[in-house]
């Protein structure tokens, strides 16, 4: 290996082996196959409280060591990137060691429990000069991207309306266990755990929100301590969020985060009106956009399908035909690719820490505005 090669090598550090930490190890596993032109992602160490999960996952996704301390991750060396994919308790304090130590962060959201600490690692991260990211990996995909460009040139006119959802079911059991999701130490509920994709997907879109009215609810009001327990446990945290929203821009629209939505394993779309057409889009078939023009013949005017392909960025970097389709890993690939490119321009990579903050401050504006009943400004 030349040491110009050497020099375009990233050591990666894993926190964390769960649901989010595969992904984050396959994204990183692949990016350099999609992303020739990034630093070479080495994956050098993954970390979990329980070691022989982290030697599992190490062998699994080939990572050269394992660790039972996070603390032992933060402070090698070799490792030059943090990805920390654990509950959102241990974020603010792994964040802040792993910047202290010099290294570039990403960083599963919400970012933390409150907004004082989100913005505590937002200034820290600024002035230790780190590259930062954060989770949110839906509004990576092509035909987002495609969607906001669409808007941005006029095709959709003036934009009149907004309606978006995120909307699951994985907490509707009222006998599935408490657990940290549901713990108030570790923040809001749904409006965090689902609300903040829908709210940075319309802030992607359409920028940012200007003030809210919203309405929280606890659906679920106690579940088991553990599996199968009689003893139970009363929850304090919402299930259900719905907002009223006015966009910095004039218009105005709604947002719904919900994990007991019977039925639902991704419902997290939207659909903007404008006085000259109209998108449509869902996770549910992340591969297809609908666009509708106004003023076409009324017995054959419609919504036109957008079928993702090679003509919509970085879609061709992972296959050249189209309608074969990319997935949610791909969808992480694309953000660990353009995370680890930054990194490598000494770039700012978007949404970075300070946007995760800015999406945080919408999540508290919402619920104070459950509270008092009122509209509350955002910020």
């Known amino acids: 290996m030349t040491k110009e090669l050497a020099a375009k090598e990233l050591g990666i550090g894993i926190i964390g082996t769960g649901f989010m930490g595969k992904a984050h190890a396959f994204a990183y596993r692949v990016a350099l196959a999609a992303f020739p032109d990034i630093p070479v992602p080495r ?28 603390r032992a991750l933060v402070n090698d060396p070799r490792v030059d ?14 964040a802040l060691a792993a910047i202290a130590a010099g290294k570039h962060v990403h960083c599963e959201k919400p970012l933390s429990p409150s907004l004082a600490d989100s913005l505590e690692m937002v200034e820290a991260a600024e002035k230790k000069g780190v590259s930062t990211q954060v989770g949110f990996n839906y509004i990576k995909n092509p035909l987002l991207k495609q969607a906001r460009d669409m808007i941005a040139a006029g095709e959709l006119g003036e934009i009149t309306g907004f309606r978006g959802i995120h909307a699951e079911d994985y907490m509707h059991d009222p006998d599935s266990p408490y657990s940290w999701r549901i713990d108030p130490v570790g923040g809001p509920g749904v409006i965090a755990d689902l609300g903040s994709h829908i709210i940075g997907m319309a802030r992607f879109l359409l920028g940012p929100i200007a003030d809210v009215s919203a309405d929280m609810r606890t659906v679920v009001k106690s579940r088991p301590v553990s599996r199968g327990a009689k003893e139970r446990k009363g929850v304090l945290v919402d299930d259900v969020a719905r907002i009223l929203v006015n966009f910095g821009r004039g218009c105005g629209g709604t947002i719904e985060a919900n994990w007991v939505a019977t039925g639902r394993k991704m419902q997290l779309g939207f659909e903007i009106s404008g006085d000259k057409g109209s998108l449509v889009f869902t996770q549910e078939r992340l591969n297809e956009l609908l666009f509708y023009r106004a003023g076409g013949d009324a017995k054959t005017n419609g919504y036109v399908k957008i079928e993702s392909g090679p003509q919509h960025p970085p879609y061709g970097e992972f296959c050249i035909a189209g309608g074969h389709q990319l997935g949610f890993n791909d969808l992480k690939t694309i953000e660990m690719g353009e995370f680890l490119r930054a990194i490598g321009q000494g770039k700012t990579s978007t949404p970075d820490f300070r946007e995760a903050y800015e999406i945080q401050k919408v999540v508290d504006a919402a619920i104070a505005s459950s509270k008092t009943r009122s509209w509350v400004v955002v910020g």
């Open 81 to 94: 990137v943090v990805s920390i994919t654990t509950p959102n308790t241990l974020h603010k304090e792994m």
């Open 43 to 70: 994956l050098e160490m993954i970390a979990d409280v329980n070691e022989a999960s982290a030697a599992k996952a190490a062998h699994q996704y080939g990572f050269a060591r394992a660790s039972g301390d996070w």
